[in-house]
């Protein structure tokens, strides 16, 4: 379907469950985005598929209109600049073309990996957070031996009944947000940033001068208003002070999200609730009878081949003989990051045809 400035937020509601009743207007017009309206940008829920289905989320498209960035629309969207233009056959993030009407990837396969807590695919630079979490019911004096707790520590039975999913910015090349397990061990409001020493040197270097501290709430604080520490040291989630970052491997390791996203994701988040870094560019998920791939740039160049990485991960999960493989190649070679149908006969090449 084609969106207008004045009805995408209505399809935008297409396969999405609305977890509370949200009252929002949608900017009249491109330039008319501001950060009061990102702020009051809806949240969304996504229900758990049942059964084999691992797939949330619809496809939608949306028209370009005159002054749209990339940026804001993927902001407004709860996606990012880099996703759409994935999606799109890498349209330009700055001025892309008006009129055109482009693909809003909020469509994925969930990750491979524990339904419980925080799960961060670095490849994908995306987080989803299972609600609700299995720290809800944890006894006081076991949150505070968390740091000493393993991942699947006994804490009661915890279902999640819907997931939210939130795009982030990482680390650079040199500065890689590393794989492992964790839990939340605090959580601060306008933190104060002690800027580590080395991080001080390159600041120093690349700008003749640079601080030791930043105050917590000062606007060019780059953990922005919240910050979610983990007990994986030396990394965090929190804000920034340049949402464009959002979707970059931009920072120094920790994890970056929307001003607004970091707001609600710290509301919600109990210290305690347990969380995966997970490498997965490329992943496999199921919608009614068919199989579907979703790939990503190896971001940290941790494989010789995607496709070889990808028919292993196939040969591994015994799905190599039920998928076409020259689908599998296209997808491969593609990268555009949404879900595309594999199965052998099938004539769609995406999950929102289901």
Same mark, same amino acid.
């Given at each position: 379907?084609?969106?207008?400035?004045?009805?995408?937020l209505?399809?935008?509601?297409?396969?999405?469950?609305?977890?509370?009743?949200?009252?929002?207007?949608?900017?009249?017009?491109?330039?008319?985005?501001?950060?009061?309206?990102?702020?009051?940008r809806?949240?969304?829920?996504y229900?758990?598929?049942?059964?084999?289905?691992n797939? $949330?989320?619809n496809?939608?498209?949306?028209?370009?209109?005159?002054?749209d960035?990339?940026?804001?629309?993927?902001r407004?969207?709860?996606?990012?600049?880099?996703? $759409?233009?994935?999606?799109?056959?890498?349209?330009?993030?700055?001025?892309?073309p008006?009129?055109?009407?482009?693909i809003?990837?909020?469509?994925?396969?969930?990750?491979?990996?524990?339904?419980?807590?925080?799960?961060?695919?670095?490849?994908?630079?995306?987080?989803?957070y299972?609600?609700?979490?299995?720290?809800?019911s944890?006894?006081?004096?076991? $949150?505070?031996?968390?740091?000493?707790?393993?991942?699947?520590?006994a804490?009661?039975?915890?279902?999640?009944?819907v997931?939210?999913?939130?795009?982030?910015?990482?680390?650079?090349?040199?500065?890689?947000?590393?794989?492992?397990?964790?839990?939340?061990?605090?959580?601060?409001?306008?933190?104060?940033?002690v800027?580590?020493?080395? $991080?001080?040197?390159e600041?120093?270097?690349?700008?003749?001068e640079?601080?030791?501290?930043?105050?917590?709430?000062?606007?060019?604080?780059?953990?922005?208003?919240?910050?979610?520490?983990?007990?994986?040291?030396?990394?965090?989630?929190?804000?920034?002070?340049?949402?464009?970052?959002?979707?970059?491997?931009?920072?120094h390791?920790?994890?970056?999200?929307?001003?607004?996203?970091?707001?609600?994701?710290?509301?919600?988040?109990?210290?305690?609730?347990?969380?995966?870094?997970?490498?997965?560019?490329?992943?496999?998920?199921?919608?009614?009878?068919?199989?579907?791939?979703?790939?990503?740039?190896?971001?940290?160049?941790?494989?010789?081949?995607l496709w070889?990485?990808?028919?292993?991960?196939?040969?591994?999960?015994?799905?190599?003989?039920?998928?076409?493989?020259?689908?599998?190649?296209?997808?491969?070679?593609?990268?555009?990051?949404?879900p595309?149908?594999i199965?052998?006969?099938?004539?769609?090449?995406?999950?929102?045809?289901?």
């Amino acid at each position: 379907m084609n969106l207008s400035k004045h009805s995408r937020l209505l399809a935008f509601f297409v396969g999405v469950a609305l977890l509370a009743a949200l009252t929002i207007s949608v900017p009249r017009f491109a330039a008319a985005w501001s950060e009061d309206e990102f702020a009051r940008r809806p949240l969304y829920a996504y229900p758990l598929p049942r059964g084999r289905d691992n797939i $949330i989320g619809n496809l939608v498209t949306y028209q370009i209109q005159k002054g749209d960035t990339l940026l804001d629309v993927g902001r407004w969207f709860g996606v990012t600049a880099k996703e $759409i233009s994935d999606a799109n056959g890498k349209i330009d993030w700055w001025a892309p073309p008006v009129g055109k009407q482009i693909i809003l990837p909020d469509e994925h396969i969930l990750p491979a990996a524990p339904h419980e807590g925080i799960i961060l695919n670095i490849p994908e630079m995306r987080i989803y957070y299972y609600y609700p979490s299995p720290i809800g019911s944890m006894p006081k004096s076991k $949150i505070k031996k968390i740091a000493m707790s393993t991942r699947h520590e006994a804490h009661g039975a915890v279902t999640p009944s819907v997931v939210y999913t939130f795009p982030v910015g990482l680390g650079r090349y040199d500065w890689k947000t590393p794989v492992g397990d964790w839990r939340v061990r605090g959580k601060t409001h306008n933190p104060t940033w002690v800027v580590p020493e080395d $991080i001080y040197k390159e600041h120093l270097e690349r700008d003749g001068e640079a601080d030791h501290v930043v105050p917590g709430g000062d606007p060019d604080n780059p953990l922005g208003h919240y910050r979610i520490e983990l007990t994986l040291p030396e990394y965090a989630l929190h804000g920034t002070d340049v949402p464009w970052g959002v979707g970059m491997t931009v920072s120094h390791g920790c994890v970056r999200l929307y001003p607004e996203d970091i707001e609600r994701l710290y509301d919600k988040v109990k210290v305690g609730t347990p969380g995966m870094f997970v490498y997965e560019p490329v992943k496999y998920g199921y919608r009614g009878g068919d199989i579907y791939v979703e790939v990503h740039e190896d971001l940290y160049g941790r494989y010789a081949g995607l496709w070889a990485y990808a028919v292993k991960q196939a040969q591994e999960q015994g799905i190599a003989d039920q998928i076409d493989m020259q689908k599998l190649e296209k997808a491969v070679e593609q990268r555009t990051g949404i879900p595309s149908n594999i199965s052998p006969g099938s004539s769609t090449d995406d999950a929102s045809s289901d």
